[in-house]
């Protein structure tokens, strides 16, 4: 029995039996202008002789595109994705775009199931929080000819296109600014770090930093989620411990601010008696007594920059493919220098 009568065929289909890559047939279908006759024959020969359809049939068209952006975050919880999806949406909005957002819980493989559904209902383009991905992302992405933007980070290997700051280099500038106070009992409060790259990369910077000062491994303890509570919790059972820290470098400022709260209850005076920083520069921080020392990320340049790549690359437009955009320490009233006397337990 001829196995193309019993089920879809797909643009991978096409690409072997034209013998070109599915980007190609990609580019075959929706700007044919970009490729050459030849193989642009094969293609539609292919296409004919599979009965193939591209998904969502004519609307999938470049030339009848609709004109939606998918915009994948990790939680509608925290607020920092809000802003940059804010911000993405105005953008796209001046151009003719509209945004549809969706979460995945920090789980790629409900980011990939999401992803394809979006598609099915013809969304043009996407932007993906983080650089780590389900392999089968992309490939999803190519087969269908999905123009996306990586956000939050940086892709070293300049693998895909993205848009964000190097979270490392984050973790690192603000484990200096604890480590030139003097601090050498050093722990990081942490944020979950399954399918969460950003806060891979900060934990990573953080560590550099205290190994290249040459102080004490600093002990690392995780929240079970991004939220105050979850944060309190864990700086709960960081107070816990025989030696307790001096300084605490927290993945974000919920991370922080939730130790800012757990220490208040020990009676324990920031920063006389403890050092505390976050990063991302959030009003949460800078409204605390005393403010927190943060990095500030460019949070909302992330949404504008990812709206005008995508714009870019669904009009046809030159792009820059990797930009690293900069961050800064905000220096405020939760650090100080290490007291210098015999220390509490």
Known sequence: MDTRTTRSRTARDVALLAGVSTATVSRALNTP???????????????????????GGARSLRSHRSRMVGAIVPSFDYALYARTTSALQQRLGEHGYSVVLAEHHYDLQQELQVA?????????????????HDPRLFALLEDYGRPFV?????????????????????????????????????AILSAPLEGNDRGRERVAGF????VDARVPEPHIEYAERITLAA?????????RRERRPTAVLATNDVMAV?????????????????????????DLGATQVPGLTSVKTPI??????????????????????????????????????????????
Not at 39 to 48: H, I, M, Q, S, Y
Not at 207 to 210: D, E, N
């Open 33 to 55: 202008g970009t490729v050459d006759p030849d193989t642009l024959k094969r293609v539609r020969d292919a296409v004919k002789k599979l009965r193939y359809v591209p998904h």
């Open 116 to 132: 394809r559904q979006l598609i099915e209902h013809s969304v043009d383009a996407f932007m993906f929080v983080g650089v780590d």
């Open 150 to 186: 990586l956000t939050w980070g940086v892709d070293s290997t300049d693998r895909h296109p993205c848009v964000g700051f190097d979270n490392r280099a984050a973790g690192h500038a603000i484990a200096r600014h604890v480590l030139a106070l003097g601090h050498q009992r050093i």
């Open 207 to 210: 560590r550099a930093a205290v």
């Open 231 to 239: 944060a309190e919790k864990a700086m709960q059972r960081l107070l």
């Open 258 to 282: 939730g130790a800012m709260l757990a220490c208040r209850k020990a009676a324990l005076r920031i920063p006389e008696d403890i050092s505390i920083t976050g990063i991302d520069n959030t």
């Open 300 to 345: 909302v340049e992330i949404g504008t920059a990812a709206a005008e790549q995508l714009i870019a690359r669904l009009e046809g437009k030159e792009f820059v493919v990797n930009q690293a955009l900069p961050f800064e320490v905000v220096v405020r009233g939760s650090t100080a220098p290490v007291r210098r006397r015999k220390e509490t337990p």
